[in-house]
């Protein structure tokens, strides 16, 4: 009398096979995604547009007048701010292993999050100036002077400090353009810190809370993780 195989049997281990080798993959993909986004793509990128966005309004507020400082003017925050991204990107890129077997993802995971701090810090510190620049800019009392705008704070006050615009023939540039540029800077910087902020939270909450957890189940060489 032969022995025969019994077919269910062989069924459950081919199907427990299958279900091993597929264990990592859609939790790696779950691992690498935050409500429903993948993380973090979906910060670089806003960080990406939001950066350009701020060098680009910086850019066109200093067309007005190349009189303007620097801290009036903040393309030096959106730069950096693409900056930023470009490493968020390259974090995406990089292949999900825990942090303490992968010296490289850890350093790139430092990198951003102390990026994503000092961003969150110069879009508060782009915000304070810009509210004070456009305070300034809705007391102004200007005239035109060849080709240059001057303008006070107190038109009856001799002694009273003049900001003198060059190159601006009409001064409704810096009176009615030039504030709608610091409170659209303001906008752009405020969601700019927001978006550093929610990214330096994300970071720290990958690495010490329930995000991903490097809990490894199977042969190293297959790399099966399982969510902790």
Not at 94 to 112: G, M, N, S, W
Not at 138 to 151: G, L, P, Q, V, W
Request: aromatic share 10%; hydrophobic share 50%.
């Amino acid at each position: 009398m032969g022995l025969g195989m019994n077919p269910k049997v062989g069924g459950n281990q081919s199907s427990e096979k299958k279900g091993k080798t597929e264990t990592g993959g859609p939790v790696l993909e779950e691992a690498q995604k935050c409500c429903g986004c993948r993380f973090p793509l979906l910060v670089a990128l806003l960080q990406l547009l939001l950066g350009i966005a701020v060098a680009a309004v910086a850019f066109l507020m200093l067309a007005i007048s190349s009189s303007l400082l620097a801290r009036e003017t903040p393309h030096w925050a959106g730069i950096i701010m693409c900056v930023v991204s470009l490493l968020g990107f390259v974090l995406f890129c990089i292949t999900r292993v825990p942090d303490e077997r992968a010296l490289l993802q850890f350093v790139i995971k430092l990198l951003y999050f102390f990026l994503c701090t000092m961003g969150l810090v110069m879009s508060v510190v782009v915000i304070a100036f810009q509210c004070y620049h456009y305070t300034l800019a809705n007391s102004f009392s200007c005239r035109e002077t060849r080709e240059d705008c001057i303008c006070t704070l107190d038109p009856e006050d001799p002694i009273a400090r003049m900001f003198v615009f060059s190159a601006v023939p009409d001064c409704s540039a810096i009176t009615s353009t030039l504030p709608m540029y610091y409170l659209l800077q303001v906008l752009l910087n405020l969601a700019q810190a927001i978006v550093c902020l929610l990214g330096a939270f994300l970071i720290w909450k990958h690495r010490y809370q329930v995000f991903f957890a490097g809990l490894q189940t199977g042969s190293p060489a297959a790399q099966h993780w399982q969510k902790a």
